[in-house]
């Protein structure tokens, strides 16, 4: 089946640290994004890639590092200079227009302590 | 699960009855609008998407409604069943780094309720 992977679907750390959260998708889509979501909020934008070797910020990219050395994966590092890292975080793919749908993973819920 | 409709506005509806979902936009270029449908700890799920040269269109269940004139769209389930019950977001592409509409932007979302 096609898709995209994230994993782990939960994730601790203790403050300080940086993590990696892994995004892996099959549909061999060039654009992958990265989102945050916070209870009762929509969700931002962090980091999005329409392109091998290439990435823009989003809109809350602070705190926040990726890379995209293969079509297929997008991973997120969440470093200690991230404020409040605690957070729902959604990877999504799509086929890199924009009137085209994003297809989500199931996202990874870190919580930093 | 993720709570991620905790407090969001909620629409509560009876079991068998239809929905209307709303949702306001701001950028009056937009060329395009999508619903998707989050459950609890997953991902968000593509419902049903829209070009601006239409005003309506049709899917299994669901319409959406455009209305350009006021910016609003609108997301109609008939026959409004328990596994509706979710967080409903609309999505509109908006400007990023580089260049005119090259990320999408979610609403707030609101979630739907369906009482048995």
């Known amino acids: 089946d096609g898709g995209i992977t994230q994993s782990p679907k939960y994730l601790f750390r203790k403050e300080g640290q940086n993590v990696t959260l892994s995004c892996e998708q099959n549909?061999?889509?060039?654009?992958m994004y990265w989102y945050r979501q916070d209870p009762g909020q929509g969700l931002r934008l962090i980091y999005y890639s329409q392109i091998v070797n290439d990435f823009q910020k989003g809109d809350i990219a602070e705190g926040y590092s990726v890379s995209r050395e293969k079509k297929e994966s997008f991973p997120l590092t969440v470093t200690s200079a991230q404020k409040n890292p605690t957070a729902f975080y959604l990877c999504a793919s799509s086929i890199g227009q924009l009137s085209s749908p994003l297809h989500f993973g199931n996202g990874t819920r870190l919580t930093v302590t | 699960g993720e709570s991620v409709g905790l407090h969001l506005p909620t629409l509560s509806v009876q079991e068998g009855d239809n929905s209307i979902i709303n949702c306001a936009y701001s950028n009056s270029a937009s060329d395009y609008f999508i619903w998707y449908k989050q459950e609890s700890g997953k991902g968000p799920q593509f419902i049903i998407d829209i070009r601006s040269n239409m005003d309506k269109r049709q899917g299994q269940r669901v319409t959406v409604l455009l209305n350009k004139t006021v910016k609003h769209l609108s997301l109609q389930i008939a026959a409004t069943q328990p596994g509706d019950s979710a967080v409903y977001f609309c999505?509109?592409?908006?400007?990023?780094?580089?260049?005119?509409?090259?990320?999408?932007?979610f609403g707030k979302g609101i979630t739907l309720s369906v009482r048995p």
């Open positions: 999505a509109e592409p908006t400007c990023g780094n580089t260049g005119a509409n090259s990320k999408l932007t």
């Open positions: 549909l061999n889509h060039d654009a």
